[in-house]
């Protein structure tokens, strides 16, 4: 791999995420007022976020038995509404523990 | 700019910056062992702000892809980002000059977008400075000390620290969702149709990327057909 190689795909990946992040920033300036497409915008976050999540969160460490405990540990955290630092720790602790434990 | 704002912005991105440091440096030992000078990891990740599509770009760049099968992969696998931003130019203050708001765009990440959105208010260009640098540090930095310390962490602990974003998501998505049955019914719909999309014979076939967005379109769409919501509601 040259360096020149490197930096060319480096800069073709840059540019092509920050073209798509740009766009509708710089197009949609005026507030929308259709009623279906602020109802629309208002569901994206968390169809786009829970579509993320699920299923990759049970690859997402060492092992599936450590996920889903971690999984249901950050569930009961955020059911308790919790912060999002003391979810994503949380989570992150109980893997670590079932890890240790060898599962 | 508006300091008051900026700290808070800078505040409610620590725990992206902790999050971004593990998943970065993951990607710093990656690009490292695939023969990737450490300056050049640093700098992918301070251009891109992108995990996937980092991970997705070195994995060509090592199999030798030309240019347009690095555009075209980056494009399906951050094809997201056009509606969080979308999603973000409602949200933000309607009087931001242009070049704030294309100072912005740099940053609108899937985590970044998932707390700006819970801002119960309009985001001011100072907010979104500082919840855009302190993330950015973190995976910028993670990058360099996963690079440079590749055999040092240890496996069981770089692993659990894996689950930390999605921990995240988790707690933007399960406190709406337990008040608002629209909500929980939008949550229930689409992790329903991203299990079928990762686990069907045909459906399996599309690419991530791809899948992330017609399932957020369709259940979007769904949803706002199902409940639509009135004025007031939407301005929060």
Same mark, same amino acid.
């Given at each position: 791999?040259?360096?020149?190689y490197?930096?060319?795909?480096m800069f073709?990946?840059?540019?092509?995420?920050?073209?798509?992040?740009?766009?509708p920033m710089?197009?949609?300036?005026?507030?929308i007022?259709?009623k279906?497409?602020?109802s629309f915008?208002?569901?994206?976050p968390?169809?786009?976020?829970?579509?993320m999540t699920?299923?990759?969160?049970?690859?997402s460490?060492g092992s599936?038995?450590?996920?889903v405990?971690?999984?249901?540990?950050?569930?009961?955290?955020a059911?308790m509404?919790?912060?999002?630092?003391t979810?994503?720790?949380?989570?992150?602790?109980?893997?670590?523990?079932?890890?240790?434990?060898?599962? | 700019?508006?300091?008051?704002e900026?700290?808070?912005?800078?505040?409610?991105g620590?725990?992206?910056?902790?999050?971004? &440091? !593990?998943v970065?440096?993951a990607?710093g030992i990656t690009?490292?062992?695939? $023969?990737?000078?450490?300056?050049t990891?640093?700098l992918?990740?301070l251009?891109n702000?992108?995990?996937a599509g980092?991970?997705? #770009?070195v994995?060509l760049?090592?199999?030798?892809?030309?240019?347009?099968?690095?555009?075209?992969?980056?494009l399906?696998i951050n094809i997201?980002?056009f509606?969080?931003?979308?999603?973000?130019?409602?949200k933000?203050e309607s009087?931001?000059?242009?070049?704030k708001?294309? $100072?912005?765009a740099?940053?609108?990440?899937?985590?970044?977008f998932?707390?700006?959105?819970?801002?119960?208010?309009?985001?001011?260009?100072?907010?979104?400075?500082g919840?855009?640098l302190?993330?950015?540090?973190?995976?910028?930095?993670g990058t &360099?000390? $996963? $690079?440079a310390?590749?055999?040092?962490?240890?496996q069981?602990?770089? !692993?659990?620290m894996?689950i930390?974003?999605? #921990?995240?998501?988790?707690?933007?998505?399960?406190?709406?969702?337990?008040?608002q049955?629209?909500?929980? &019914?939008t949550?229930?719909?689409a992790?329903?149709a991203?299990?079928a999309f990762?686990?069907?014979?045909?459906?399996?076939?599309?690419? #991530?990327?791809?899948?992330?967005?017609?399932?957020?379109?369709?259940? !979007?769409?769904?949803?706002?057909?199902? &409940?639509p919501?009135?004025?007031?509601?939407?301005?929060g």
């Amino acid at each position: 791999m040259s360096t020149k190689y490197i930096i060319a795909s480096m800069f073709v990946m840059a540019l092509t995420t920050y073209v798509i992040r740009m766009l509708p920033m710089a197009i949609f300036r005026k507030k929308i007022n259709d009623k279906r497409v602020q109802s629309f915008l208002y569901y994206v976050p968390y169809a786009v976020l829970s579509a993320m999540t699920f299923p990759a969160i049970f690859s997402s460490t060492g092992s599936e038995v450590s996920a889903v405990v971690g999984c249901v540990v950050a569930i009961v955290l955020a059911y308790m509404k919790r912060g999002l630092l003391t979810v994503a720790v949380g989570a992150a602790v109980a893997v670590f523990l079932v890890q240790m434990i060898g599962f | 700019m508006k300091k008051s704002e900026f700290l808070q912005g800078i505040r409610h991105g620590i725990p992206i910056c902790l999050g971004y &440091f !593990s998943v970065s440096a993951a990607f710093g030992i990656t690009a490292v062992r695939s $023969g990737l000078p450490l300056w050049t990891a640093v700098l992918i990740s301070l251009t891109n702000v992108t995990s996937a599509g980092q991970f997705a #770009g070195v994995n060509l760049m090592v199999a030798g892809g030309s240019m347009i099968e690095i555009a075209m992969t980056t494009l399906i696998i951050n094809i997201r980002y056009f509606l969080m931003s979308l999603s973000v130019s409602q949200k933000v203050e309607s009087k931001m000059s242009m070049k704030k708001r294309l $100072g912005i765009a740099y940053g609108i990440t899937d985590e970044i977008f998932a707390v700006s959105m819970q801002q119960p208010r309009k985001l001011t260009a100072s907010y979104m400075a500082g919840l855009i640098l302190t993330p950015v540090v973190g995976w910028t930095l993670g990058t &360099f000390v $996963g $690079g440079a310390a590749t055999q040092l962490m240890p496996q069981k602990l770089s !692993s659990a620290m894996g689950i930390a974003l999605y #921990g995240m998501f988790i707690a933007i998505i399960i406190p709406p969702a337990r008040e608002q049955k629209n909500v929980l &019914f939008t949550v229930i719909l689409a992790i329903a149709a991203s299990v079928a999309f990762s686990s069907l014979p045909v459906l399996k076939l599309l690419s #991530g990327g791809w899948a992330i967005i017609l399932i957020t379109i369709l259940v !979007s769409g769904i949803a706002a057909w199902l &409940f639509p919501r009135n004025e007031e509601e939407n301005a929060g």
